[in-house]
């Protein structure tokens, strides 16, 4: 179910990026990465620590491995996307649409600019999944964290309906 979100993530993200005339902000390597890594750390909630904060240390790691210079930008992106109101000029683009096609993908949110031929395309490729239970525990684990105000906002109720549920 994540590695499905992640690359949904990805592909909406982008579009999203592009229709808003700022995918040009989008290193489109560092995007791909941030995308699928961004919710690396969710699977296996620690106690009083936010997962993005393991997803972005994944994602750093990732990118030394590689000889990429840019892992820490990359880590900051995923640490943003789970932040209320990101912006491309306060956060990054990479935060802001790693946060964008998440939340197309699990809430709806933007799906008036998403089309249906998008949103069919990406759905039969990666089939959707449900991820409520690890929000659930992330809120748990972190209960003064975000994903628990984002549950305790409906962020989970909200999921049942996602872009592309049927």
Do not use: N
């Not at 808003?20 to 990465?33: H, K, M, N, Q």
């Not at 990732?62 to 789970?82: K, L």
């Amino acid at each position: 179910a994540i590695r499905a979100h992640s690359y949904r993530t990805w592909a909406l993200g982008w579009a999203l990026a592009a229709l808003d005339g700022e995918s040009g902000r989008l290193d489109p390597e560092a995007f791909w990465c941030a995308s699928l890594l961004h919710d690396f750390g969710i699977t296996e909630p620690v106690a009083g620590e936010d997962f993005t904060l393991r997803s972005a240390q994944a994602a750093i790691a990732c990118a030394d491995r590689h000889g990429r210079a840019d892992g820490e930008w990359i880590g900051d992106g995923i640490t943003a996307h789970a932040t209320p109101g990101v912006s491309v000029e306060r956060d990054g683009a990479i935060g802001t649409y790693v946060q964008a096609g998440a939340l197309l993908d699990l809430g709806g949110l933007r799906l008036w600019d998403a089309s249906p031929a998008l949103l069919g395309e990406v759905a039969r490729r990666w089939t959707p999944g449900d991820l409520a239970p690890y929000v659930r525990a992330e809120a748990k684990a972190v209960p003064k964290g975000r994903f628990a105000l984002l549950h305790r906002c409906g962020m989970t109720a909200a999921m049942r309906f996602g872009a592309l549920r049927r």
